[in-house]
T-cell receptor, first 117, second 115 residues
Framework: EAGVAQSPRYKIIEKRQSVAFWCNPI?????LYWYQQILGQGPKLLIQ????????DSQLPKDRFSAERLKGVDSTLKIQPAKLEDSAVYLC???????????????FGPGTRLTVT | AQKVTQAQTEISVVEKEDVTLDCVYE???????LFWYKQPPSGELVFLIR??????QNEISGRYSWNFQKSTSSFNFTITASQVVDSAVYFC????????????FGKGTRLSVIA
């Protein structure tokens, strides 16, 4: 079974530029999460989707961050305009919903390391 | 609000030593789940274990063991006879309903195993 795919793996941009990240979850996983991991800290949730609907975006800085999951599969996360403090690893994770199988752990992709200069 | 505290920022051990990583959590939920993830230098988070709040049995998997104590709100992780390949950042995490709610992570403990 293929894992969670993310691209690009690395991105360097200047502040005030825009950037987009892509995530392809594990096939059959209805729930998709985007986490932000700042250096030296644990991942922090940005947004959670179930199928193509948003479940929780309370910690997403909506003035500059946006995310979508069209057709309930792939997802993109966009930052516009980027700030220096957005430098972090952006992790995508997916899971089944309870009742859809015994395995409902969150599986993480390799992440996108963003550096804003 | 849920919170996970990993007080040990960095630990360094010599190969073959045993090491315990501490995790203390806070939650008001009566049902919750605890996790440990490993993050090697490659950056990907690797799932190690999930425990629910009703199951306080300790678990052993090879050189790994976990001690869950509800009375002290702790979920500690022990690696026996550590190896260089165990070098990574280890995260303890908490969630209400796996598959339905996000994980709340601690800040992680960086383990360095020296040959």
């Amino acid at each position: 079974e293929a894992g969670v795919a993310q691209s690009p793996r690395y991105k360097i941009i200047e502040k005030r530029q825009s950037v987009a990240f892509w995530c392809n979850p594990i096939s059959g996983h209805a729930t998709l999460y985007w986490y932000q991991q700042i250096l030296g800290q644990g991942p922090k949730l940005l947004i959670q989707f179930q199928n193509n609907g948003v479940v929780d975006d309370s910690q997403l800085p909506k003035d500059r961050f946006s995310a979508e999951r069209l057709k309930g599969v792939d997802s993109t996360l966009k930052i516009q305009p980027a700030k220096l403090e957005d430098s972090a690893v952006y992790l995508c994770a997916s899971s089944r919903v309870p009742g859809a199988g015994e395995d409902y752990e969150q599986y993480f992709g390799p992440g996108t390391r963003l550096t804003v200069t | 609000a849920q919170k996970v505290t990993q007080a040990q920022t960095e630990i360094s051990v010599v190969e073959k030593e045993d090491v315990t990583l501490d995790c203390v959590y806070e939650t008001r939920d009566t049902t919750y789940y605890l996790f440990w993830y490993k993050q090697p230098p490659s950056g990907e988070l690797v799932f190690l274990i999930r425990r629910n709040s009703f199951d306080e049995q300790n678990e052993i998997s090879g050189r790994y063991s976990w001690n869950f104590q509800k009375s002290t709100s702790s979920f500690n992780f022990t690696i026996t006879a550590s190896q260089v390949v165990d070098s990574a950042v280890y995260f303890c995490a908490l969630s209400e309903v796996p598959g339905n709610t996000p994980l709340v992570f601690g800040k992680g403990t960086r383990l360095s195993v020296i040959a």
